[in-house]
Each structure stands twice: as structure tokens, then as C-alpha cells.
Nanobody
Framework: QVQLVESGGGLVQAGGSLRLSCAAS????????MGWFRQAPGKEREFVAA???????YYADSVKGRFTISRDNAKNTEYLQMNSLKPEDTAVYYC?????????????????????WGQGTQVTVSS
């Protein structure tokens, strides 16, 4: 079982930037996909971005071109750089770890592809 701890959330004005981090422990980090999801008040949790163990990435259309997912295997940490933030990006952001060993990026698009979750970090974008 992998443990995930997010950090980096906060309050930012529209157009600003934030970087989220997710520290992982408990298994071999480098061979599993990682992802980010978010849940806004009154809405279901939705996919934001994923990165495979090889570094391939995939983004939701709503964040493409503004958000960048990355990973540092030496630090067992993944990141989500969020630029040009909009009020509609306001949500609790969750880090997630894929449950399939060496899964390709095409196999990590849905929350059912992820087996471990962080506690979430609040991101609030003011207009």
C-alpha cells in the first residue's frame, strides 16, 4: 500500500500560478503511473492529469496548455504546475497512484485505474 501526501494548495488570484506536490512512500514509486484529480463543491471528482512510469503525460481538455504534470523518481514525488488559473479551477486536488505495474499512459485515464489517494489539498482561485 502506498501512502500519498499532497502539499502546495492555497488561495491565488485568477491568472496566477500554484505548484502542487505529492510525496509517495510504501512501494517502488518509479514503476507506477501517478495522477491528479479534483473535486469542486457539489460536483463529482474529475480527472486532471496523469503521468506514466516512462514520463508520458495526458491531460483533461480543461487544463491542457495551462497545467503541467511531472515526477521526480529520485524524490518519490510528483508535481502539478498550474498556470493561468481560473476561478473554475477551484477545487480540492487529490494525488493518486496507479495500481498497475508499468502501466502505459493509455491505461491511466480514469479514477478506477488508481488504487491509492492522498488526503487532498484545497486550491481556491479568486476572480
Amino acid at each position: 500500500q502506498v501512502q500519498l501526501v499532497e502539499s502546495g494548495g492555497g488561495l491565488v488570484q485568477a491568472g496566477g500560478s500554484l505548484r502542487l506536490s505529492c510525496a509517495a512512500s510504501g512501494r517502488t514509486f518509479s514503476r507506477y503511473a501517478m495522477g491528479w484529480f479534483r473535486q469542486a463543491p457539489g460536483k463529482e471528482r474529475e480527472f486532471v492529469a496523469a503521468i506514466s512510469w516512462t514520463g508520458d503525460t495526458y491531460y483533461a481538455d480543461s487544463v491542457k496548455g495551462r497545467f503541467t504534470i511531472s515526477r521526480d523518481n529520485a524524490k518519490n514525488t510528483e508535481y502539478l504546475q498550474m498556470n493561468s488559473l481560473k476561478p473554475e479551477d477551484t477545487a480540492v486536488y487529490y494525488c493518486a497512484a496507479g495500481h498497475r505495474y508499468e502501466a502505459p499512459i493509455a491505461a491511466v485515464r480514469d479514477q478506477h485505474d488508481f488504487g491509492s489517494w492522498g488526503q487532498g489539498t484545497q486550491v481556491t482561485v479568486s476572480s
